[in-house]
Structures are given as C-alpha cells and as structure tokens.
C-alpha cells in the first residue's frame, strides 16, 4: 500500500458543506489530495491497453467457432439480415424473431420482442464480410473490450468523487478486471446472439459516462452523446429502461447535484425510454407485456397436475425465483460449473420450507436493506447493491415471466454492480479511513488479481463449449442433467447430423442411438414435450424401429394435432411398419391396419396406395388391389412402375384389354420395365 509520497502534506480538515444535500458524506478534500499528486504519473492509458489485450486473450479461442444456438434465430435463419442491406425496413418494422419464424402473428414469444439495432449489426456485417461467424465473434470480442474499458473510464470518474485520482484509477481497473474475466459473461460474448447483452450495456455504461461529463463540463455536445449512447442501448435490448433507475442513482452517491439537477439529466434518458416504448408499441401494435404463457418451455412456473399443467402457487413461484436468485449470487462467486440451459426440470420446484429459497431471500433484503440505508452516506458498496438489484428486477421473473428460470446472460448487465460493490467492499475491508491517503491498493489488487486470474482460466476453458451447437449440447447436458430443453436440444441436433450421412453407415448409427437417449430423457423430464415426442419418433424411423416410432410420433400427434411435419411423418412411420408387418412378420391384418391408417392422414400417398394393392394381391382380394393400383397411377401417372402394376392387376381381374394398355403405356415410359419387373422378382423384393 503507496502512501502519498514523503515530502508532501497530506489532505486534513473536513471540506465544506454542501447546503443542497444535507446528507452529503464527510470526505477528504479529494481535489487538496489530487493537487499533491500532480507528478504521480496516471496509470490510465497502462490500464486500457491491459483491459483490451485481456478481452483479446481471454476470448481468442472463440474466433474459429461456428454459429451456434440462438445464432439461427438473429443471423443464418433470419431472412431480413441475410437480405443485408436491403432488410433494414423489415429489421426496424418488425418483430425482432419475424425473420425467423416468417409470419405476420404478432407476439412470437410472450411479450414480443423488439432489438432492432444489432439485427441491423448483423446484416451490416454480413454484407461487407459474407457469412463467416469469425466476423461476427471477433467483433463481439472488440465491443466486449470496448465495454470493459468505458466500464472503467465510467468507475474511475465515480471513484474519483470520494478518493484520489491515482487510487480511483486503480480501483475502476480492479473493477473492470473482475467484469471482463468473469466466466459468466462467456455466453454474451462466445455466442453471436449475445451481441444484444453487451450493446445494451455498452450504451447504458457509454450514456452515462457521457451524461456525468455533461454535468461537469456544462457542455451540451457531451449530453447529445448521452442521447444517442442510450438509443443505441435501449434499441439493443428492453433492460436497457432499468437505467431510468440507475442515472438519478449515480448521480446521488457520485456527485454534489441537487435533486431538481438530478431530475434534469435524467430527463434525457426518460425521453428516449418514452421514445423506444412508443416506437416499439406501434412496431408491436397487439402485444400485451406481461403475458404469460401455458406451455413449459415458455413459462417455468407450472407444474403436473394429474395430466395437465397448472401454475405454481403464489408461493412456490415467488420461492422458486428467490432460489435462482440465489444461484446468482453464488455463480458470481464461484462460477463453475456454467451451462446455457435452466430450463424445466432443471430448476427445481421450491416452495419456503426449503433453506436455499430463505437465505437467498434474507441475501436480497439484506442488500436492498444495505442500499437504502447507504443513501445517507453514499457508500459505493450500497450504490453497487442498488445497481445490481435495479438491473436484476426486470429479468428477475418476479414482476415478469421472461420465459426461463435464469439465464447466465441475463445477470450480464447487473454484474456490473456485484463488482463495484465487490472492490468496493474489499478497499474498506483492507484500508478503512486509510482508503483516502491510498495511491496503490496493492493488497485490494492481489486479491483481485488472484480472482481474475481464477476467473479468465475458468473463461479460456468455458469458451470451447461454444464451439457449434454439438459441442454445446453435449457438454451442457451433462451439467443441465435436469433440463428437457437441452436434452431435446441435443437429440434434434444429432438427428440433423445424422440426416446427412450416407445411410447405413456406422456413424449415422451411433448419432441416431445417442440421440434416441437424449430424447428419451426429455419426454421422461416433460411428458408434454412435443417436440422431444416428434423427435424421437423421426429418430425411430432412421433407426428402423417403427414400432417406436409410431408410439411417438402418436404422442406428439395427440399434443398438436395441426402440426403438419408430424402428419407427415407419422404417415411414414405407419406405412413402413405396415410394410414391415406385412413383409418380415407376414401378418396381414396388421400390415392393413397401418396402411389404412397413413392412407387416412394422406389418401393421395402413393407409395401408401401401393403397399395396399400389394398387401390386397397377397391376400387375394383382387378387385381392392385393383382399385388401390388405380389409385396410385393417378397420383403417378408419369411412373412407368404405377402402369406395370396396375396391368398385373387388371390381369388378376381377368381383364386382359386394359391389362395390355396398362403395360404398353408402361413400356412406353420405360422400356426397360419388364427387365426391371423380373430382377425385382428374383431379388424377392416388392
């Protein structure tokens, strides 16, 4: 620990009060101390090139990923940002997800979603660069960097309210340290998607840098900053409005403003929040927010009941929030192990009997309790809690469901707080009144280092996990043991793998095995799970297992009953286990009794059509197979194998006239038919 050097005379004396806030703390005289300090050189522009070589090393290994997980939704499947340029009006016009799902429904997720600005990112780059994910990563690595170091010019001027300039530079470097190393932020910046975390943050921190310098300064040119930093914020993600609360915040514990001057630079960013909710209502006309959805994997809170799902009592939710609340906390810190994926059953159902639900608790109305009683003195520890707790609220789930228990990203702007007040904490752990005279906190700053250091390992080791979404899945199932989701997640990316490989080969096999576990899991965790249930039975089919197959495939059918690809392959899976029936195990009242029912999801099905001909021909019904084979030709008129056939059975009738026509109209559209007919014939095949 640097005192001030020998020679100079510290500061001493209380300074003046200040009338417009009687609750002013007693500091030192922070600008006598500076004055002292004239020769000590800043260790400012050391500390930039550190934060910014450190978000380099720390995410490097990130930059040869691929796209994964909500990837697809804001970038390769999203038809407005892969128009580039060109999908500006519908990227601004439209729901952020309309690009994705392609449909003019409004409310695509509860509460619809309106994140505009790094859609336009997206597409900007797509159209200078191309389609390569390292752009897009390297960048989100650049603007990560950027916002650890307008973090840090942020919190050094802050500092710089109660304690010298040189101890509040390192003091902001120990905070920006934390944020930029922390493992928790790896999905915000290893995923793409996650853009819309740190633009959000990045604008927030930027517009309130801006609006302090404004405030010192007198000049207006720094608040026209501050406006156009918070629209890039706020058109970046919805969190950014809890900034309303932060602003008048900072400007309390960080400055001699009056209320009535608080009020006038907070009018600023309130006017651009009106602006965002105006614009983003007549975007999203018949979105309601607050909205609550019935289905599991949108609302975490609902829970079996007999065969339905009904919501959690007022207690269990309110228990269960506090829980992931909770979980917060610890993996701010001890953050290990780290998933994507809280989803159902993952989280468990608490309710106030369970001890993890009540600490959490007292843990939150100990820090509000902190924060407010620190209005007074306007300690930074009470203003990091503040902030924190602030920028929770709206993800918090306890005034909005926002679809998922907790989510690593979304503690990525409340994290900010938790370091301020963990440096803070820890510089009056180690210094106490000594703080003031300090020029270097070196024990703060070995402590912080220790941590940093344990945190950038954890976050080098974390990032391969994002490598696609195999990886991802893979690895993330292992720890979400509990979560449907990521189960389901896992199974359908290893069905799509499979799907393009050569059949029949060992590889495909083993995807399709592992996949059919996977989703076996999610139904067991979800029995409603629709899409594990369609999943697995198309899992089924690849696999040649049609009696489980069809089992599935029936549950997803008996859940959404209007889903079209679950029709369709339902059909299938009926057909070949009719085929299957009929040709391996010769039991023909079953072999009918599948064939009849795909031929009643699609009467037009011509491989189905046929399969009955066939199957009525074995058990000499002729004249049905007759109608079975008319019926196919007419969905084939232009297969040469449809006339074959249906001439065999105009001879099974005894009708040798149009037998004959049957057969020329074949040869004319294959000559080689018969030839084709004889070797099927010998090869045993139908």
């Known amino acids: 620990m640097s005192k001030v050097p020998k020679g100079r005379k ?7 009060p200040n009338k417009s806030i009687p609750n002013k703390p007693v500091l030192p005289d922070v600008q006598e101390i500076n004055a002292t300090l004239d020769q000590e050189k800043s260790p400012q522009r050391m500390h930039l090139l550190l934060l910014l070589g450190l978000s380099i090393l720390l995410y490097a290994n990130t930059l040869s990923h691929d796209f994964a997980l909500d990837d697809a939704i804001v970038i390769t499947d999203n038809m407005h940002v892969q128009k580039g340029w060109a999908g500006f009006k519908d990227i601004f016009y439209k729901d952020t997800f309309h690009g994705f799902f392609k449909t003019d429904k409004q409310g695509l997720l509860e509460g619809g979603r309106y994140r505009p600005f790094t859609l336009a990112m997206f597409a900007v780059e797509l159209s ?27 919190s050094s001027g802050l500092f710089a309210y109660r304690w010298n300039k040189i101890l509040s530079a390192w003091l902001a470097f120990a905070v920006a340290l934390v944020f930029i190393a922390h493992p928790l932020h790896t999905e915000a910046v290893a995923n793409i998607k996650g853009r819309d975390e740190i633009m959000a943050l990045l604008g927030c921190l930027g517009a309130l840098y801006f609006s302090l310098r404004s405030y010192h300064s007198k000049q207006i040119g720094w608040e026209a900053l501050a406006v156009l930093a918070f629209l890039i914020g706020i058109f970046s993600k919805e969190n950014a409005i809890t900034f309303l609360a932060v602003v008048p915040l900072t400007y309390w514990f960080f400055t001699d403003a009056s209320v009535s001057k608080i009020i006038r630079h907070t009018a600023p960013f309130l006017v651009v929040a009106l602006l965002f909710l105006l614009i983003r209502s007549a975007v999203l006309p018949n979105v309601q927010i607050g909205t609550v959805s019935r289905e599991l994997m949108n609302n975490p809170f609902l829970k079996l009941e ?35 994926d809280y989803y159902p059953m993952q989280i468990p159902r608490m309710d106030w009997s369970k001890p993890a639900s009540i600490l959490s608790f007292l843990l939150y109305l100990g820090m509000g309790i902190y924060g407010v009683l620190g209005l007074r003195k306007k300690s930074p520890i009470a203003y990091g809690f503040l902030f ?20 690593e990203r979304l503690v990525f702007m409340p994290s900010v707080g938790l370091c301020i007040a963990l440096v803070a904490g820890l510089a009056a752990l180690f210094y106490g009144t000594k703080l003031p005279q300090t020029l270097r906190p070196q024990s703060l700053l070995v402590s912080i280092g220790a941590v940093a250091l344990v ?38 990316q290893l069905v799509s793998d499979a799907e393009k490989i050569k059949k029949d080969s060992l590889t495909r096999t083993a995807l399709l095995e592992e996949a059919a576990i ?11 799970y629709k899409d594990a249930f369609f999943l697995l039975g198309t899992c089924n089919i690849h696999l040649k297992k049609y009696p489980e197959a069809v ?13 079209t690809n679950t029709i369709n392959n339902l059909t299938v899976a009926y057909r070949l286990l009719g085929q299957e029936e009929g040709e391996k195990r010769g039991n023909l009242a079953n072999a009918f009794t599948y064939l009849k029912k795909a031929l009643t999801f699609d009467p037009n099905d011509y491989a189905t059509l046929r399969l009955l001909g066939v199957a009525s021909n074995v058990a000499q019904d002729f004249p049905d197979a007759l109608g079975y084979f008319e019926k196919a030709k007419n969905q084939m008129p232009q297969h040469a194998d449809a006339w074959f056939e249906l001439g065999m059975a105009y001879q099974f009738v005894k009708d040798n006239a149009n037998a004959q026509q049957a057969f020329a109209k074949a040869q004319q559209l294959d000559p080689d038919i018969q030839q084709k007919f004889r070797d099927r014939n010998k090869s045993g095949g139908q």
Not at 316 to 334: D, N, R, S
Not at 456 to 480: H, M, V
């Open 10 to 16: 510290p500061a001493s004396g209380k300074p003046t």
């Open 455 to 492: 945190f950038g390992g954890l976050t080098i080791l974390r990032n391969p996990a994002w490598k696609n979404n195999l990886t991802l899945f893979r690895t993330d199932a292992k720890t979400s043991v509990n979560s449907a989701k990521v189960h389901n997640a896992l199974g359908g």
């Open 306 to 340: 007999g065969t339905q799902y009904v919501p959690f009592t007022g207690a269990e939710k309110q228990a269960t929030v506090f829980y992931t609340l909770g979980k917060y906390l610890q993996l701010f810190l001890a953050p290990y192990p780290l998933t994507h």
């Open 518 to 528: 996977s989703l076996q899991r999610a139904v067991e965790l979800y029995p409603g």
């Open 551 to 563: 089992k599935y495939l029936e549950g997803a059918y008996s859940l959404n009953a209007s889903d």
């Open 388 to 407: 924190y707790l602030s920028t929770l609220s709206i993800v918090s789930n306890l005034f909005l469901v926002v679809g998922t228990n907790m989510s």
């Open 128 to 154: 200078i660069f191309g389609k390569s994910p390292f752009w897009g990563h390297l960048f989100n690595l650049l603007w990560y960097g950027l916002t650890g170091i307008v973090l840090y010019l942020l």
